[in-house]
């Protein structure tokens, strides 16, 4: 624990060495990512990244170059996008979620792997341990299954009448198609009377008729786990779940900022800081495989007023005290 807090702090400071010299072969990442680079998210992020990188004495286009490759809903694009990251020959790839990074491991066990959020690092087989991945990756973790309780603690708080929630996800992008988070729900919610239902939706086409069938049982809510998949559908997502009227948790704040009811989620701010510090400790000759996977150390509620208006619900004092936002 002494080792993976110290390796933390070093991550976190902006100043720890000297810049280096502009001399010398770039260095170069590839990043390979599950939303555009004009998503908001991915823009707000690429924009934190720089300016952490810059702190440390990293400058794209004096000693730092970056290639994207962006996976898209069309058939192999997945495969495409990691193949030609590996051409490149990366000094490192950078990988947007789970789905990417097992897709780039399974190709490549020289190349060092950063990934900036991962559901399950051990149980999908990315890092032997937490505290020392062994391998050729480590990263970041800020959805673990092992939160799955306060998903459902929260939304039954704001929504007591949920006895049943349906598990939104997409089999082919969802960590280990999606038995990763629903293995944890079913676990939580049977120790409060909650049912957890799957609810596969593997292209857009399907949300109405997936949600109807859902919403036919009074009682139910819905999650909606870590899946590059439902984010990238995030409008067509709310706009089903609006239509049917369910009390939804989403685990990415971008849902109720646009329609949505809720999310809880690792905090972003300090997990950006540590992706720089982490990519300046391996390009000054860390080992990746001596970093720990390190963990969000805050999370953030969020809540949207407004739809909970809409649904009948009253945000009661207590949660308004805890969420870090109230989306009115």
């Known amino acids: 624990m002494l080792r993976r807090s110290a390796l933390l702090s070093l991550a976190s400071l902006p100043f720890w060495r000297a810049p280096l010299a502009a001399a010398g072969r770039d260095k170069v990442i590839a990043f390979v990512l599950g939303i555009p680079l004009d998503h908001p ?51 490192l790839i950078v990988a947007g979620s789970s789905t990417e990074t097992a897709a780039i491991l399974a190709r490549t066990k020289t190349i060092p792997v950063l990934f900036t959020t ?16 062994e391998g050729n990756a480590t990263g970041f973790s800020n959805n673990e299954p092992g939160i799955a309780g306060k998903w459902i ?15 939104v996800f997409n089999p082919a992008t969802a960590p280990a198609a999606g038995e990763t988070y629903l293995e944890a729900l079913r ?15 593997s292209d857009t086409g399907q949300i109405d008729a997936v949600l109807g069938e859902l919403a036919r049982v009074p009682g139910t809510g819905l999650f909606f786990p870590p899946d590059s998949f439902t984010f990238r559908a995030a409008k067509s997502f709310i706009a089903g779940v609006t239509a049917h009227r ?25 997990t950006d800081e540590m992706v720089a510090g982490y990519i ?41 005290v805890r969420a870090a936002r109230i989306v009115s």
Not at 75 to 82: K, N, Q, T, W
Not at 120 to 126: A, H, I, K, L, Y
Not at 248 to 270: H, I, K, Q, V, W
Request: hydrophobic share 45%; aromatic share 6%; charged share 20%.
């Open 280 to 320: 300046d400790l391996i390009f000054r000759g860390a080992s990746i495989a001596e970093l720990p996977v390190q963990f969000s150390r805050s999370f953030e509620l969020v809540i949207n007023e407004r739809v909970a208006a809409s649904l009948g619900l009253s945000i009661p004092l207590s949660m308004r």
């Open 118 to 133: 991962a559901s399950d690092p051990v149980g999908s087989g990315f890092v032997r341990s937490l505290e020392r991945p």
């Open 187 to 201: 676990l939580h919610g049977a120790q409060v009377g909650v049912t957890i239902v799957g609810a596969p939706v």
């Open 41 to 91: 998210v991915a823009a707000s992020r690429m924009a934190a990244l720089r300016r952490n990188l810059l702190e440390r004495g990293w400058v794209e286009g004096r000693n730092l170059r970056f290639a994207f490759r962006v996976v898209t809903a069309e058939p192999g694009s997945l495969e495409r996008a990691v193949a030609e990251a590996l051409a490149l020959a990366p000094d």
């Open 246 to 270: 369910m009390p939804a948790m989403y685990c990415y704040e971008t849902f109720p900022l646009n329609g949505g009811l809720m999310s809880y989620t690792g905090g972003r701010t300090d």
């Open 153 to 167: 603690e929260l939304l039954k708080e704001l929504a007591p009448a949920v006895l049943r929630i349906g598990v």
